[in-house]
Nanobody, 126 residues
Framework: QVQLVESGGGLVQAGGSLRLSCAAS????????MGWFRQAPGKEREFVAT????????YYADSVKGRFTISKDNAKNTVYLQMNSLKPEDTAVYYC???????????????????WGQGTQVTVSS
C-alpha cells in the first residue's frame, strides 16, 4: 500500500506562485509514475502533469505548459508542482496520484492511477 499526502495549497492572487508537495509513504518501490490532477467545482477531474519514476518522462496539460513545473526528490519520496503565473481558472482542488504500472508513455488518464491523496485547495483570486 502507498499513502500520499499533499500540502502547499492556499489562496493567491492572479500572477502569483504556489508550490505543492506530495509525500509518498509505504510501498513506494511500487510507484511507476506520479501525477497531479485537479478538479474544479462542477467539472471533471483533469490531468495537470505527470512524471515517471526515472524522471525521464514528463508531460503537462496544454493549459499549464510553460507555467507549471513537476519535479521529484527520490530521497524524500516527494513530488512537487511549482505553479507560476497562476490564473483564476487554475482554481481547483489539486490531487496527487500514483500509478504502479510502468507505461510508455506515462498515462495522463486518472483511471490509470490507483492511489490518490486527499487533495489540497488552490484558490486564485482575480
Amino acid at each position: 500500500q502507498v499513502q500520499l499526502v499533499e500540502s502547499g495549497g492556499g489562496l493567491v492572487q492572479a500572477g502569483g506562485s504556489l508550490r505543492l508537495s506530495c509525500a509518498a509513504s509505504g510501498r513506494t518501490f511500487n510507484i511507476a509514475a506520479m501525477g497531479w490532477f485537479r478538479q474544479a467545482p462542477g467539472k471533471e477531474r483533469e490531468f495537470v502533469a505527470t512524471i515517471s519514476q526515472s524522471g525521464l518522462q514528463i508531460y503537462y496539460a496544454d493549459s499549464v505548459k510553460g507555467r507549471f513545473t513537476i519535479s521529484k526528490d527520490n530521497a524524500k519520496n516527494t513530488v512537487y508542482l511549482q505553479m507560476n503565473s497562476l490564473k483564476p481558472e487554475d482554481t481547483a482542488v489539486y490531487y496527487c496520484a500514483a500509478d504502479r504500472y510502468p507505461r510508455v508513455p506515462v498515462s495522463r488518464s486518472p483511471r490509470d492511477y490507483g492511489t490518490w491523496g486527499q487533495g489540497t485547495q488552490v484558490t486564485v483570486s482575480s
